[in-house]
């Protein structure tokens, strides 16, 4: 048997004693961290120098080196109202001084309460009316699944069994979540952990499916309105509506994924508002917390609810949980963003950046030859760039993935997908900030899309 050493707990490693120069930080990112869909040979690189961010301020965020950024997409799409907000520090701070964490299997917490309470009461009465906690966007969308799975085994319908996604759908990464997913690149080598899904382009494909007809449907998943990861690709208008419609003539489960859109992002607290319609089962993540700790809600029905309860014997308990399951700290800082949209106006402010946003990307759109299109719903906006002649670059050419780089050159801090530019701004920029960062686009498309 091969034994080891490991080193004593006792001995500390001295370089973090103190606070590291920028140099030292990256080295040490670069030794021993591996980051999310990043290429870590070319990250790792010596000539790659690791952006480290120490800080942030509203829109702003700091590196190591003193550089400041505007945060162009609020910080993988959580933030919302922006950086150190007082009232999201505060309300953290506060629970700090109670407790931190505490059990939700066996035990509840007055910020969890508090939280559920304030989130049902967004939604018309009589329609969700339960919330089921867990960590991120891939969880809630667990738990929505197992949750219509499990339903319908229990109420009178086990041969529902299958679930309906779209094409080029995004609904996170762990194995279940990333069943749902449509997107080649990310999902595709995954297929030997993923679930079969029933997966359609379009609600009329949705409408042939034999197994519509034979009542094997137990939910469709979809992003209301706009699907972020797909290069902010919009749903026709009416599109979710009519599904509704359609899974109520099918009795099946509308699961909407607003873990994006949820919040205001769209231009209304949720998106599914602006076709009036209600889920059976709503999944909210990023910007729950306001973009500041890891919590997601899984919101449903009386129906559903009800459908999971018996006495324990009868086994119809909900056998599904997480170690930090409603996390207090999380439900604190959830309520104090939600008192943010009551007290500062927040989604009458999103409206009018939101028009700016749509101004500035036409005045870049009219400019840039390097522009072909740009997408934009409420602050969500993607900016397609071409070569100047009006056709695609080749993918091995990373454009999309230079030009973000070069933005940061400009200030700006954001993603691209493909050859996408996305710009998600938070809630809280002026609007001079917005003309700053479609600016910083523009020159970086200038500098890097000369082909
Ligand atoms: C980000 C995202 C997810 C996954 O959320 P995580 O918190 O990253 O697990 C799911 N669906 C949509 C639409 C998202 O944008």
């Not at 219509?148 to 609904?171: M, T």
Request: glycine letters at 10%; proline letters at 5%; hydrophobic letters at 40%.
């Amino acid at each position: 048997m091969v034994t080891m050493d490991f080193p004593s707990c006792t001995v500390k490693n001295p370089r973090m004693a103190t606070e590291l120069d920028s140099r030292s930080l990256a080295q040490l990112d670069q030794q021993f961290c591996w980051h999310p869909f990043t290429a870590m040979q070319e990250w790792c690189d010596p000539e790659n120098e690791p952006v480290i961010l120490v800080r942030g301020e509203g829109a702003y965020l700091w590196d190591a080196n003193g550089r400041r950024y505007l945060d162009g997409n609020s910080s993988i799409w959580t933030n919302l109202h922006g950086h150190r907000h007082p009232k999201i520090d505060e309300a953290i701070r506060r629970q700090l001084e109670k407790v931190a964490h505490v059990s939700y299997l066996g035990t509840g917490n007055e910020p969890a309460s508090l939280l559920a309470a304030e989130l049902i009461g967004l939604f018309p009465e009589g329609t969700l009316a339960k919330v089921f906690y867990s960590d991120d966007g891939s969880t809630a969308i667990e738990v929505a699944l197992k949750m219509a799975l499990q339903f319908w085994q229990q109420n009178g319908s086990p041969e529902k069994d299958r679930f309906v996604a779209f094409g080029n759908a995004y609904h996170g990464d762990t194995a279940g979540a990333s069943s749902l997913g449509g997107v080649k690149e990310f999902h595709e080598r995954f297929g030997p952990v993923h679930f079969p899904v029933l997966r359609v382009e379009s609600l009329e494909e949705l409408l042939t499916l034999p197994e519509l007809k034979a009542g094997r449907v137990a939910g469709v998943v979809i992003e209301p309105l706009v699907q972020g990861v797909n290069r902010v690709r919009l749903w026709p208008e009416g599109m979710l509506s009519r599904l509704r419609e359609v899974c109520d003539e099918h009795g099946i489960l509308l699961i909407l994924d607003e873990i994006l859109t949820g919040f205001g992002r769209t231009g209304t607290m949720f998106a599914h508002e602006q076709e009036k319609v209600v889920p059976d089962l709503l999944c909210l993540a990023k910007g729950l917390t306001g973009g500041y700790l890891p919590l997601a809600a899984t919101l449903t029905t009386q129906r559903i609810f009800d459908g999971f309860l018996g006495t324990p014997q009868q086994m119809r308990t909900f056998f599904y949980g997480h170690s930090y399951t409603g996390n207090a700290l999380g439900c604190a800082a959830a309520l104090a963003n939600l008192s943010i949209f009551r007290e500062e106006d927040t989604l009458r402010r999103i409206r009018l950046l939101s028009e700016c946003l749509g101004k500035e990307l036409r005045g870049l759109a009219e400019r840039s030859p390097q522009v072909s299109e740009f997408r934009q719903l409420g602050l969500i906006a993607g900016v397609d760039v071409v070569r100047n002649d009006g056709i695609p670059f080749e993918w091995e050419e990373r454009i999309g993935f230079r030009v973000t780089g070069k933005a940061r050159e400009f200030g700006l801090l954001t993603r691209n997908i493909g050859d996408t530019i996305t710009l998600l701004p938070p809630f809280c920029s002026t609007e001079d900030q917005i003309r700053e960062m479609v600016g910083a686009v523009e020159k970086a498309v200038e500098a890097i899309c000369t082909g």
